[in-house]
């Protein structure tokens, strides 16, 4: 029951205080709403920027590792051109050292091997060291009573590294330590 005299805005005030905190949330979510996208796009846009600094990065050194290794291919088939160029220069040398061949072909072989170093290739070393599977191609094993057993006696065929990758593994004849004797060989007490 409502009574035309009592007042109808006694019930707006007290209203009024929940309304308003509604209505200032209203604002302040709106504000707190739009402060928390503006964190969010900020932190995307730092994630994107180190993101794309890390592809330039990446790019760089994949375009550096790709001109330092682009002739491999290239100097891996040269390779059993030089092997074959040493066994006539080898021939050469057998027959006498002062014909003017073997001369021509001294020349010609530093000069292939000023172009090898020139472009980043070595020698992989073998003569002596410890048999690597990484850089050495084993072909046999020989006994070997100077040479203790898994050393490189004799290199077959040269091996060669472009800077710090393989071109060719070297093949080696390894040791195989000691010939066995057998009890029948030993001398008869």
């Known amino acids: 029951m409502t009574t035309e005299n009592s007042p109808p805005e006694e019930a707006t005030p007290a209203a009024e ?37 890390n592809f330039r990065k990446r790019a760089a050194r994949e375009a550096q590792e790709t001109r330092a290794y682009a002739n491999a291919d290239l100097l891996r088939s040269i390779l059993p051109v030089l092997d074959n160029f040493e066994m006539g220069l080898e021939a050469a040398r057998s027959e006498s050292e002062t014909s003017m061949i073997f001369m021509g072909m001294s020349m010609v072989q530093r000069q292939l091997a000023d172009f090898l170093r020139d472009m980043g290739v070595q020698e992989v070393e073998a003569l002596g060291q410890v048999f690597d599977p990484n850089l050495h191609d084993a072909v046999s094993q020989e006994a070997s009573d100077e040479v203790p057993e898994g050393t490189v006696l004799r290199v077959t065929r040269r091996g060669f590294k472009l800077k710090d990758r393989l071109l060719r593994a070297a ?4 040791s195989s330590g000691p010939a066995a004797t057998s009890e029948s060989e030993s001398p008869a007490a």
């Open 171 to 174: 093949s080696v004849v390894v």
């Open 17 to 53: 205080p929940a309304a308003v905190a509604e209505t200032v949330e209203a604002a302040a979510d709106p504000l707190a709403q739009a402060l928390q996208e503006a964190a969010q796009w900020k932190d995307l846009a730092y994630r994107n920027a180190a993101e794309l600094d």
